[in-house]
């Protein structure tokens, strides 16, 4: 199997808030409608964000911690990769939100039992060594009754066709860098939902995230970046994705810790 390169995160460090780097396509394709769904949790949960105490596992440039902290949250951040944090602080800074953030491994969270009552960890499972390690440990750190927000990739013949193959492999389409994602490493819904119930979560919902039904904005969109007429943001921008009830390529949850 091929090695996930998480040094990547490393070296575009400087495009997680810039128009024309590729992380532009999570800030402007993926975390809005992720945020909209966990946001849509809180809200049918009555859970008041201003009394949360947020984790960000693998908050990369800190996309999600400022939606968070934006809220009301207290939020603290934590990743392996210096340069994202240095862009997370920087970014957090210029748009006055309190937001911790560390450095740190997943599998080894630095906090104490029981110390968040919400923690995220978005696209983040497909990239690691361990995913059990880090749910126990992430299970760990949440209060009981806590929220645990996700996303993730399937496992499936279409993620291998359009995420690996064309997003990253083929010459003509991609405009990933190689090995940001290796296929094998996507989880299933049900192995995901396995691996919860084992770490004190009972039970998982489950949505899909995936694009808009009519996909001829999106293929323009693609053709257009290719010859660079527009930038990363604005591909993102016109591949939006949804809440879906298709699991087929990505797909986001929730689970709630036992009491
Ligand atoms: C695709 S990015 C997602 C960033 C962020 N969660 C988001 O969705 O905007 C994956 C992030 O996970 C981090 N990461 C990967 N493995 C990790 C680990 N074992 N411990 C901490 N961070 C990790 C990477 O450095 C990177 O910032």
């Not at 923690?119 to 645990?148: A, M, N, W, Y």
């Not at 990739?153 to 290796?182: E, G, M, W, Y």
Request: with cysteine; hydrophobic share 45%.
């Amino acid at each position: 199997m091929e090695v996930v390169d998480n040094q990547i995160y490393d070296k575009v460090s400087n495009t997680w808030w810039n128009e024309d780097g590729f992380m532009a396509i999570l800030r402007t394709a993926v975390n809005p409608p992720r945020f909209n769904y966990f946001q849509k949790i809180l809200n049918e949960l009555q859970l008041n964000p201003k009394q949360l105490r947020v984790l960000d596992v693998g908050c990369g440039g800190g996309l999600l911690s400022e939606q968070f902290a934006a809220l009301g949250c207290q939020v603290t951040g934590i990743d392996q990769s210096v340069p994202s944090l240095d862009a997370a602080k920087a970014h957090a800074s210029a748009m006055d939100l309190q937001i911790e953030y560390l450095q740190g491994n997943a599998e080894r969270l630095p906090f104490p039992d029981q110390s968040f009552d919400v923690v995220c960890c978005c696209d983040v499972l497909e990239h690691l060594d361990s995913v059990d390690t880090v749910i126990q440990e992430l299970s760990r750190v949440l209060k009981p009754g806590g929220l645990f927000f996700f996303d993730t990739i399937n496992r499936t013949l279409a993620s291998r066709l359009f995420v690996v193959k064309l997003a990253q492999d083929c010459v003509l389409t991609r405009f990933v860098p190689r090995n940001v994602h290796v296929w094998e490493k996507f989880i299933k819904p049900h192995e995901l939902a396995s691996t919860l119930r084992q770490f004190s979560f009972p039970q998982s919902s489950f949505v899909g995230l995936a694009p808009r039904s009519n996909p001829f904005p999106a293929l323009v969109a693609f053709a257009r970046r290719k010859f660079g007429q527009i930038s990363f943001a604005e591909l993102g921008e016109n591949i939006r994705l949804q809440e879906s009830k298709s699991l087929a390529i990505s797909y986001m949850g929730f689970s709630v810790k036992a009491l």
